[in-house]
């Protein structure tokens, strides 16, 4: 069965999730998300939230904050229009159909960067982790909330067979921080801050890049 990732197939996958997601995931998610909305708040100024979804984190943020959505997947982003549009949150600029590879935004636009649950949704995560620091200002900051696989052992082995499955689901299982690691080093200006265990079972984790003058 095909592995491989392509961003029409990710797409597709998360447009049928559109009608049940807030409800499939939304509680499961619930740590991770507050967490990661109270290290955006602590930096402050323009977040750009990539993989908006259906906006569910939307109406957490401050109000003080400037807020910028994307997602790839059309369906979503029509629940979190309704949902801004609902709650009135006058301090989102903008939500976009967009590719987390090719974000169509200006070099140094985001005092924050977001990516909830979504680095392993990606085709090429590298590639959209590059696109997270350009589009970042110096010091600030790109806050990931993932999933971090098992590079070996029994859980690496049934990540490993999982991924035929869950690539057609829109996502991976098979992602280990070394591949965050191998990134990092290949960017100067990219410092890790943190790295926090998320529940459930710590098999989550909210990551903190600083982006470096130069």
């Keep these: 069965m095909d592995t491989v990732m392509r961003t029409e197939g990710v797409a597709a996958a998360y447009d049928r999730w559109a009608p049940v997601y807030d409800l499939v995931f939304g509680n499961v998610f619930k740590s991770g998300r507050q967490q990661a909305i109270e290290a955006a708040e602590a930096v402050g100024g323009r977040v750009l939230e990539v993989g908006v979804g259906t906006g569910i984190s939307l109406p957490l943020y401050d ?6 959505g994307i997602d790839i997947a059309d369906a979503m982003l029509d629940k979190a229009r309704d949902r801004v549009r609902e709650q009135k949150l006058d301090n989102v600029e903008d939500l976009a159909v967009m590719d987390a590879e090719n974000l169509r935004y200006e070099a140094d636009s985001f005092d924050v960067v977001v990516a909830q649950y979504v680095v392993t949704a990606v085709p090429n995560p590298e590639a959209a982790l590059d696109e997270f620091v350009r589009v970042l200002k110096p010091g600030g900051e790109i806050i990931i909330t993932t999933r971090i696989g098992a590079n070996k ?18 996502w991976r299982t098979e992602f280990p921080m070394s591949r965050y690691e191998a990134w990092a080093r290949a960017h100067p200006r990219v410092t890790l801050i943190e790295h926090r ?7 989550f984790s909210l990551l903190r890049y600083g982006k470096l003058p130069g």
Excluded: D, N, Q, Y
């Design 63 to 68: 109000r003080r904050l400037k807020l910028t």
């Design 197 to 203: 265990p998320l529940p459930p079972l710590g098999h």
């Design 153 to 170: 052992g029994v859980r690496g082995g049934i990540e490993k067979a999982l991924m035929p499955l869950t690539s057609r689901l829109g």
